[in-house]
């Protein structure tokens, strides 16, 4: 009885032995049959070995094609770039690639090479029209510009382009010339105005003064006034009340317990469990209660 009890309890672990090493040997037999293909792929002529499982790469002077090396064929005023992909060469410095040659640029008259050696330039003053450089005629009044497109040329300040010359901005009294190539040309000095082309002077009004901004206003209001219309009002700032500096609104606000009504400030008024909100003017109910008409209720 104990002998057969052994014997069942013995079976099982000699099957899982024998398949444990039957994997074991299945992948000795793959990791065999992998590296001796490795070892037995040898790199094709002009080749050499590059790391493991096969690889390799062509030697100078060959490029790769599929699976060989091809000898690279070098044009007349080309060299060899080292590379065993692509063609395998550039041309010489001055010379541009057509097909498989390598063609000398023609350089026109007032041009250069480029750095790169395989387009061309042309020299300062001048411009590229087809295949040759055409002198830049500068009107007067102009200079070269750097720019390789358009006339080549631009007004000094004070003038402007009309077709290939350029005029002089009318330019009134009390203005400056701006240098831009759109709208009138000129901007009104400081405490001036654009009016019918002329530029006639600002006058601020009482507790105001002049400014330049952005938004087109010409003046403004000193604090503790307000614009209405061409004149600087007085704010009058209620008891329990403090002046703001905007320009927008009453220019006022009430200190903190106080709110805005009917032009004054008047006390806030609160309810049992309740308290004065972020803004300081008005009141909410502490959690947990609601707000319910003027009184705070249990949820």
């Not at 002046?243 to 200190?255: H, I």
């Not at 006390?267 to 300081?280: F, I, W």
Request: net charge negative; aromatic share 10%; hydrophobic share 35%.
């Amino acid at each position: 009885m104990d002998s057969q009890h052994k014997i069942t309890l013995t079976q099982p672990h000699k099957a899982l032995s024998f398949f444990q090493c039957l994997i074991v040997m299945m992948i000795f037999a793959i990791s065999a049959v992998v590296f001796g293909q490795a070892e037995a792929a040898e790199p094709p002529a002009n080749a050499r070995s590059k790391g493991y499982l096969g690889e390799w790469e062509c030697l100078q002077g060959f490029r790769k094609d599929v699976d060989a090396c091809v000898a690279i064929t070098i044009p007349q005023n080309a060299y060899a770039t080292n590379s065993s992909y692509d063609r395998g060469w550039e041309c010489r410095h001055g010379y541009r690639r057509e097909i498989d040659a390598c063609v000398e640029i023609n350089l026109p008259e007032n041009a250069y090479l480029t750095s790169l050696g395989a387009h061309w330039s042309c020299d300062r003053g001048y411009q590229k029209i087809d295949n040759a450089c055409a002198r830049i005629d500068v009107p007067e009044n102009a200079y070269l510009s750097d720019n390789n497109f358009g006339s080549g040329w631009e007004c000094e300040r004070g003038f402007r382009v009309a077709g290939n010359a350029c005029e002089p901005v009318s330019v009134p009294s009390n203005a400056y010339a701006t240098n831009t190539s759109y709208g009138r040309g000129w901007e009104c000095e400081r405490g001036f105005r654009e009016q019918a082309g002329q530029c006639a002077p600002l006058v601020a009004p009482e507790n105001g003064f002049l400014v330049t901004t952005t938004s087109g206003g010409d003046w403004e209001c000193a604090r503790g006034y307000r614009a209405v219309k061409d004149a600087c009002v007085k704010v009058i700032v209620p008891e329990n009340g403090y002046l703001t500096g905007t320009v927008y609104g009453s220019g006022w606000k009430c200190e903190r317990g106080y709110k805005a009504q009917g032009g004054v400030c008047v006390a806030v008024m609160m309810p049992e469990n309740a308290h004065l909100d972020y803004s300081g003017n008005d009141w909410e109910c502490d959690a947990p209660y609601r707000r319910q008409t003027n009184s705070c209720v249990g949820a």
